[in-house]
Nanobody, 123 residues
Framework: QVQLVESGGGLVQAGDSLRLSCTAS????????MGWFRQPPGKERKFVSA????????NYAASVKGRFTISEDNGKNTVYLQMTDLTAEDTAVYYC????????????????WGQGTQVTVSS
């Protein structure tokens, strides 16, 4: 089993930046990809970004590309999501995910999930 713990969420104003962290523990050797998803109120969970630990290959949802940056520290088993130029549309619960997904943008492809951290952007 792998446990994921997110941190860094909060209330910010439009245009601000925020950095989320997700630290993995347990059987971290089974992790091939770590990703971020988000779920706005009343909506479905959607892909934000993912990073492959072996070569740090990354991908992003079109809505965040150029504003968000995913990175990882393998030594700390931690992945980060640096978010800049935030807008009200970024308001959501952000979830960290990990596993060996065949498609990194599909939530169901991940085996492990964190509890989520709330990000609220006021306009």
């Amino acid at each position: 089993q792998v446990q994921l713990v997110e941190s860094g969420g909060g209330l910010v104003q439009a245009g601000d930046s925020l950095r989320l962290s997700c630290t993995a523990s347990g059987r971290t050797g089974s992790i091939y990809v770590m990703g971020w998803f988000r779920q706005p109120p009343g909506k479905e969970r959607k892909f934000v970004s993912a990073i492959r630990w072996s070569d740090r290959n990354t991908n992003y949802a079109a809505s965040v590309k150029g504003r968000f940056t995913i990175s990882e520290d393998n030594g700390k088993n931690t992945v980060y999501l640096q978010m800049t130029d935030l807008t009200a549309e970024d308001t959501a619960v952000y979830y960290c995910a990990a596993g060996y997904p065949d498609r990194t943008e599909v939530a169901g492809a991940y085996a492990y999930w964190g509890q989520g951290t709330q990000v609220t952007v006021s306009s």
